[in-house]
């Protein structure tokens, strides 16, 4: 099934402790992205990535760091997590950057930073 | 920079009705607007995808249109059931295919 996954689906930290949030596609997709989801602000770019060991800023990058060393795997990470970082997480990936393609979502990362 | 407004915030209906719901942008150059649904703490599941060129795409009892112009779309869902209760989205893409979204209508279909 093609899908776009992602893990944790639910994780609890606190302040200063480093995580990961993985997200992987099967879909063979060029393009992929993070998304952070706020009541009131909608979802918001976090970071993209055009291709492999091609990565850039989106509208909210400070606190966040990405890799993509394989083309399936897109991983966010939180070096120092802090409360504002509180947040629904979701990846997505499309074929291509260029072509604007539909869109696929993860099912969300719902991280508390206490 | 691109601003996506959706109107209403929240709706609710009663089940059998036609409904109407709105998304405005305000930079016209877009590539493409993708309809979004969302259940409550769930990820999103892309209903309707309508590129630039394009005036309307429909699927089953969804119909999305779009006046690229105006920077106006709709989504239509006709005769709604319960089924259809979620929080709707629309998103814009513009470069790099980075997807701007408006902050949703939540709709809610009664028996």
């Known amino acids: 099934e093609a899908q776009v996954t992602q893990n944790p689906r639910y994780l609890i930290t606190v302040t200063g402790k480093k995580l990961t949030v993985t997200c992987s596609q099967n879909m063979n997709h060029e393009y992929m992205s993070w998304y952070r989801q706020d009541p009131g602000l909608g979802l918001r770019q976090i970071y993209y990535?055009?291709?492999?060991?091609?990565?850039d800023k989106g509208d909210v990058p400070e606190g966040y760091k990405v890799s993509r060393k394989e083309k399936r795997n897109f991983p966010l990470i939180l070096e120092s997590p802090s409360p504002n970082q509180t947040s629904l997480y979701f990846c997505a990936s499309t074929p291509s950057g260029r072509s604007h393609n539909e869109q696929f979502f993860g099912p969300g990362t719902r991280l508390t930073v206490l | 920079k691109q601003e996506v407004t959706q109107i209403p915030a929240a709706l609710s209906v009663p089940e059998g009705e036609n409904l109407v719901l709105n998304c405005s942008f305000t930079?016209?150059?877009?590539?493409?607007l993708q309809w979004f649904r969302q259940d409550p703490g769930k990820g999103l599941t892309s209903l309707l995808l309508i590129q630039s060129s394009q005036r309307e795409q429909t699927s089953g009892r969804l119909n999305a249109s779009l006046d690229k112009s105006s920077g106006r779309s709709t989504l239509y869902i006709a005769a709604s059931q319960p089924g259809d209760s979620a929080t709707y989205l629309c998103?814009?893409?513009?470069?790099?295919?980075?997807?701007?979204f408006g902050t949703g209508t939540r709709l809610q279909v009664t028996l």
């Open positions: 990535s055009m291709n492999v060991e091609v990565t």
């Open positions: 998103a814009v893409s513009g470069t790099a295919s980075k997807l701007t």
């Open positions: 930079d016209s150059a877009i590539y493409n």
